[in-house]
């Protein structure tokens, strides 16, 4: 069985902690679910999670991101609507 592009680590990048891409070597499954497969030479890199995307795919949300409309209740930290809030 070939490798997916999962199985492929390439290290390249500047240092600086931003996101490295390269040419995919293997056809695979982007992990935004743009719908689109990644085929061998689409330009691709890892995300947050570990999970190889398109460079152009947005990527998914967490739901540990915050939106801009979220607000942190200061006695529970959690996020409002909360159980301090009577």
Not at 10 to 30: I, K
Request: contains cysteine; hydrophobic residues 25%; proline residues 7%.
């Amino acid at each position: 069985m070939p490798p997916t592009c999962r199985d492929v680590l390439v290290l390249q990048g500047d240092g600086e902690g931003e996101a490295v891409s390269f040419r995919a070597q293997y056809n695979g499954t982007c992990a935004a679910n743009c719908g689109e497969r990644i085929h061998e030479g689409d330009e691709i890199e890892k995300d947050d999670d570990g999970e190889w995307r398109h460079v152009e795919c947005v990527v998914k949300p967490s739901k540990f991101d915050m939106r801009p409309t979220d607000v942190v209740c200061p006695d529970c930290y959690c996020i409002r609507p909360c159980r301090c809030i009577d």
